[in-house]
Nanobody
Framework: EVQLVESGGGSVQAGGSLRLSCTAS????????MGWYRHSPGHECELVSY???????YYKDSVRGRFTISQNNAENTVALQMNSLEPEDTATYYC???????????????????????WGKGTLVTILS
């Protein structure tokens, strides 16, 4: 059974830090690209950060320099270190995986317009002003 389990969410004051972690199982993690998405009510879902299997990374402009994505293949985890948090970062954060299998239909998250192979259930991050 494929599982992506997020942890590390919570409530912090603006300017604080949180570290989100996503633990993967049931698929070939080392051959997968991993992404962190976020959604808050009344807003569109956003791709926050992405790490490709070759180590390249992507950050949304508003988080670049504040967030860092990292992957630990030995532990099958992908983390998102979030520093200098702002109220605008408040959202449910979802971990997702793309195994890169050609021709496989992607799963579109009900709150996000993005298609990935697997999605976690999300972890809530609340930044207090």
């Amino acid at each position: 059974e494929v599982q992506l389990v997020e942890s590390g969410g919570g409530s912090v004051q603006a300017g604080g830090s949180l570290r989100l972690s996503c633990t993967a199982s049931g698929f070939t993690f080392t051959d997968s690209d991993m992404g962190w998405y976020r959604h808050s009510p009344g807003h569109e879902c956003e791709l926050v950060s992405y790490i490709w299997r070759d180590g390249r990374t992507y950050y949304k402009d508003s988080v670049r320099g504040r967030f860092t994505i990292s992957q630990n293949n030995a532990e099958n985890t992908v983390a998102l270190q979030m520093n200098s948090l702002e109220p605008e970062d408040t959202a449910t954060y979802y971990c997702a995986a793309d195994e890169g299998v050609l021709g496989r239909a992607k799963i579109t998250h009900p709150l996000c317009g993005y298609g990935m192979d697997y999605w976690g259930k999300g972890t809530l991050v609340t930044i207090l002003s």
